[in-house]
């Protein structure tokens, strides 16, 4: 928007512009945009205006907004300081592709490398006895072995697992650290995905099991009159000027009364996140597929038929034009647009991210509603990997037969109690071994015992808790008495010093 410095009431105002300026820039940028087209009237370029007045991205030069109409006159306007609005979600760049969750492959092992030119095996059947008579040198004594199956893995189980590799995927694709704010995962179910995937026709609708969550009968005949213009009239009701119009006022009718967008609510920061993306096709067109898949039935169902018969409308050059100052694409956008995608607060914002969204999924549609390939493959391999049988020789500490497929949740006082327990036995064990140390000398047996004791009172103290037991397994040393001094063990009494006499000359 072209702003500059304009006089009114005495006063100058920087940064504003013209309610008319507004309107003309405003037209002329949407008449080249190729979501609209030059089929935008003036008109709904100022009621566009008047949205963003009330929405607060606009305001008058005295602050007002919300009561006031955008006027196209000269009439000044500016925008605000700050922006009201929600901020556009950005897409983090995603540099760490290990914080995402990540299920064990069968590619992710090395595989052994293949001897060339080895001799085929004779057809000669070998038994029992001779085969290890031949090859106990090579490998040694082959301990027993046998085959263990698992457990037969449940639909609940099966569930489970499409969920959270689905929602893992979707977290990959869309290049985010965690899902934080954009997808609760409590509002996902593992059996819509899974009856997405596999309950399809031939055409890749979604079959219902429910048939009264379906459309209505006349709603589906009224559909199929407009995709397959001219010859779609099944029930060969008579054809009058402006028959098809009716037509579509009735499917829109029908849409436009459902109580949730068919992009549900809960899944509207999802698609919102999508819009960031579309400048990257193919990347768009896989996060679309993986979050359609997270749809109820009923509602992806919906959802094709709407984007395959919005498709047929608009590529069909024998039906009559259906407005006469809009043109069909045009028309057939703006009509649906706030049936797909809308958030509870019903922000102003809402019809343009829409709008954006419906076009790319109409022209992409027969790629989005197929499951996503790649997904698929992963969660069938990991499904399988699940069901293979194990080996278990003779011998082994693990017994896979008995070993739980899935985790147990416990309480936080059984998880404190395991944390002690864990801590405490490798400590305790390490007690022992120093107390069962006969090779370690008493005194540095002692020394070693007090530093432990330092360290971790209290598995000392429930390993001796008299000084008696402490006693029996490190007594102290016996003080040695010293001996007598021999000054005091002489025999005969204390005699007087005598002089002798002297010989000498």
């Not at 005949?221 to 009735?250: H, I």
């Not at 608009?314 to 006469?324: E, K």
């Not at 059984?414 to 400590?427: I, N, S, W, Y």
């Amino acid at each position: 928007m072209p702003l500059k410095r304009h006089w009114a009431h005495f006063r100058y105002y920087d940064c504003s512009f013209m309610g008319s300026e507004g309107v003309e820039y405003l037209h002329e940028l949407l008449r080249r945009n190729y979501n609209f087209g030059p089929e935008v009237t003036r008109y709904q370029t100022l009621q566009l205006l008047r949205k963003f007045l009330k929405a607060h991205v606009i305001e008058d030069i005295k602050g007002r907004h919300g009561t006031e109409d955008f006027e196209d006159n000269g009439h000044l306007y500016r925008f605000p300081t700050s922006s009201p609005m929600k901020s556009f979600p950005t897409r983090p760049v995603l540099r760490d592709s290990s914080d995402l969750p990540r299920l064990i492959r069968w590619d992710d092992y090395e595989e052994l490398p293949q001897r060339e030119n080895v001799a085929p095996l004779k057809s000669s059947v070998m038994t029992s006895d001779l085969w290890n008579k031949r090859h106990s040198v090579a490998i040694g004594d082959v301990n027993e072995c046998k085959l263990i199956r698992r457990k037969e893995i449940t639909p609940k189980q099966v569930d489970h697992i499409w969920k959270s590799m689905t929602v893992a995927h979707l977290q990959r694709v869309l290049g985010l650290h965690s899902l934080d704010g954009v997808l609760n995962p409590t509002h996902i179910n593992g059996k819509h995905i899974v009856h997405n995937v596999f309950s399809v026709n031939k055409t890749g609708i979604v079959v219902l099991e429910n048939k009264a969550e379906d459309m209505p009968y006349w709603v589906g005949s009224a559909m199929k009159c407009l995709a397959n213009w001219p010859n779609g009239n099944d029930s060969k009701q008579p054809v009058y000027p402006g028959f098809e119009r009716d037509v579509l006022r009735t499917v829109a009718d029908y849409f436009q009364r459902l109580k949730e967008p068919l992009l549900t609510f809960h899944l509207y920061e999802v698609f919102v996140n999508i819009l960031s993306l579309l400048h990257e096709q193919q990347v768009a067109t896989e996060a679309l597929q993986v979050s359609c898949l997270l749809l109820p039935p009923a509602s992806r169902r919906r959802l094709q038929l709407l984007m395959r018969l919005m498709a047929r409308v608009c590529q069909n050059p024998h039906l009559p034009p259906l407005n006469d100052a809009i043109a069909t694409r045009t028309l057939m956008v703006q009509t649906f647009s706030h049936c797909v995608l809308g958030s509870v607060d019903e922000m102003d914002l809402d019809e343009l991210l829409a709008t954006k969204l419906v076009v790319f999924m109409m022209e992409h549609h027969n790629t989005i509603f197929q499951a996503p390939s790649k997904l698929r493959c992963q969660v069938e391999e990991h499904l399988s990997h699940l069901k293979r049988v194990q080996i278990k020789y003779a011998g082994s500490d693990t017994d896979f037969s008995t070993s739980p497929a899935f985790c147990k949740q416990i309480s936080r006082v059984e998880c404190d109690e395991q944390k002690v327990v864990g801590t405490q036995t490798p400590l305790q064990a390490l007690l022992e071994g120093l107390i069962a140390d006969k090779e370690l000398p008493a005194k540095d047996k002692r020394k070693r015992l007090k530093q432990f004791q330092r360290s971790y009172p209290e598995v000392y103290r429930s390993r001796f808790p008299t000084e008696e037991s402490r006693a029996a397994v490190a007594p102290e040393k016996t003080p040695r008495l010293k001996p007598h001094l021999m000054f005091f063990n002489l025999k005969k009494p204390f005699q007087p010093f005598q002089r002798s006499w002297s010989f000498r000359a």
